[in-house]
C-alpha cells in the first residue's frame, strides 16, 4: 500500500525575477498566468517566453471553451514547458495543456486521447490554500453536461513547485484567509481521516496546522497587516497541506462545503471555513481519541498565545472564536441558504459525497449533516 508520493521539486525563491533566472526562461517556455500577475511581476523583466493570458479567454473557472481556445492559439508555437503562474484554475489548465495533442481537451477527459503529457510544468501558486502546486489532475466544466469534470493522471504532475512569498503579498485580507482555511482543512481532515490517513501525511499536516495557527494567533496580535510578515510561513503551509491532502484525503468539511460553492457561490475556502469547526467538535463530542488529542496539542499553543484558551473540551470553540477574531464569518442564512435547503443538501452529500464521507473519524451520518447545517444558518 502506497502511504506517500510528492512528485514535484519543491523550490523556494523570494521574487519572480529570482524564477526568471535560476529557470533560464527562453522562447520555448510558455507562461501562462493573469493579467494583473503578468503585468506586475513577468511584464517589467522584458522575457523571451511566449504568454498567455488566462482572463482574456475567460475569468471564471476552467471550461472546456477556455482550454480549447488557448490550445488553438499556442498550436503552431514550439513549446518545451510550461510556467503557470496563478490560482488553481490557471494551475488546472496548466497541467491538462501539457498532454500532447491535447486539442480537442474532451478526447483528452474522457480517455480518447492519452493523457501523456510532451511539455515540462512549473507551478507557482499565488494563492496559499489549494497546495495544488503538488497535487495531480485537474479540474475542467465541460460545455454539454455543465458539470465539474475531474481528470486524474499521475503524470499530470508538475516537476517544479516553485514558492515565491512576493507572490501571495498582494491578496486581499478576506482571500488570504479564506485560502489557508482550506489549507487547514486538507491538514485538519487529513490528520484524522479514518480512510487513508497514515503517519507520513499527519507529520506534513501538522506541521501546517501549527504554521497557519500560529499565524492567525499573530495576527490576532499584531493586526491583519501582519501576514505580510508571515507570507514565508503560509505559502509552505499551504504546499505541505496540499501534500497531506494528496495522501490523507479530505473529509466530510470538504462534502459539506460543495453545496454551497454550487447553489450560492461561497468560495471553496469560506465554505470550509462554515464547517471546519462544527465537524471537529461533532469528532470531540462523539469520539475523543489519539489523533484528534494531537489536534487538540496542536491548537492549544497557538490559542494559550493570543489569551483565548479555557478548557481543552472546548478547544473548537474557542478556535472558532479564534478564526472569528481574524476575520468574522457570516451565517449560511446571510450567503442565501435557506432553512428548507438544510434536507436537500444533506440528502445530496449522502448520495454523491460518499468518497469523503467514508473518511470521517466518527461515523458520519445524514442527521450529523443536517445538525451542522441547521447550525450555521
Ligand atoms: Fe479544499
Known amino acids: ?141 465541460m460545455r454539454d453536461t455543465g458539470l465539474k469534470t475531474a481528470i486524474m493522471d499521475e503524470r499530470l504532475t508538475a516537476q517544479h513547485a516553485v514558492l515565491i512569498p512576493e507572490l501571495i503579498a498582494g491578496l486581499p485580507f478576506n482571500t488570504f484567509i479564506y485560502c489557508s482555511m482550506d489549507a487547514l482543512g486538507h491538514s485538519m481532515e487529513s490528520f484524522v481521516s479514518a480512510a487513508r490517513g497514515n503517519e507520513l501525511a499527519r507529520a506534513v499536516g501538522a506541521r501546517s496546522v501549527s504554521l497557519i495557527l500560529d499565524g492567525y494567533a499573530e495576527m490576532i496580535l499584531h493586526g491583519p497587516d501582519y501576514r505580510q510578515n508571515l507570507l514565508r510561513n503560509f505559502i509552505i503551509a499551504s504546499c505541505l497541506a496540499g501534500m497531506a491532502v494528496n495522501n490523507g484525503g479530505a473529509g466530510p468539511v470538504h462534502a459539506l462545503a460543495y453545496p454551497l460553492g454550487e447553489n450560492y457561490k461561497m468560495s471553496h475556502g469560506e465554505s470550509i471555513y462554515q464547517f471546519l469547526c462544527p465537524v471537529f467538535r461533532l469528532y470531540q463530542r462523539e469520539a475523543g481519541g489519539s489523533a484528534l488529542e494531537e489536534v487538540l496539542d496542536m491548537a492549544e499553543k497557538p490559542l494559550r498565545k493570543c489569551g483565548l484558551f479555557t478548557a481543552r473540551k472546548e478547544i473548537f470553540t474557542q478556535l472558532e472564536a479564534m478564526f472569528n477574531r481574524v476575520l468574522p464569518l457570516r451565517s449560511l442564512g446571510e450567503a442565501g441558504m435557506k432553512p428548507e435547503d438544510v434536507e436537500p443538501f444533506a440528502n445530496s452529500i449522502l448520495a454523491t459525497k460518499q468518497r469523503l464521507l467514508v473518511a470521517s473519524y466518527v461515523p458520519f451520518t445524514r442527521e450529523m449533516a443536517v445538525e451542522i447545517y441547521r447550525e450555521r444558518l
Open 1 to 141: 500500500m502506497q502511504l506517500f508520493c510528492v512528485k514535484p521539486k519543491v523550490h523556494m525563491l523570494d521574487t519572480f525575477a529570482e524564477f526568471a533566472e535560476e529557470f533560464a526562461l527562453n522562447k520555448n517556455d510558455l507562461l501562462l498566468t493573469e493579467t494583473i500577475l503578468y503585468d506586475t511581476f513577468a511584464k517589467p523583466l522584458n522575457l523571451p517566453c511566449r504568454v498567455i493570458l488566462k482572463d482574456t479567454y475567460d475569468r471564471g473557472e476552467p471550461n472546456e471553451q477556455t482550454v480549447d481556445g488557448i490550445l488553438r492559439d499556442i498550436k503552431d508555437w514550439e513549446i518545451n514547458r510550461i510556467i503557470a503562474m496563478g490560482g488553481g484554475s490557471v494551475i488546472d489548465i496548466g497541467k491538462v495543456i501539457t498532454v500532447r495533442n491535447a486539442y480537442p481537451i474532451r478526447d483528452v477527459m474522457c480517455g480518447r486521447t492519452d493523457a501523456c503529457p510532451d511539455k515540462a510544468l512549473a507551478i507557482l501558486p499565488t494563492t496559499c490554500g489549494t497546495g495544488s502546486e503538488v497535487t495531480f489532475g485537474g479540474i475542467i466544466t
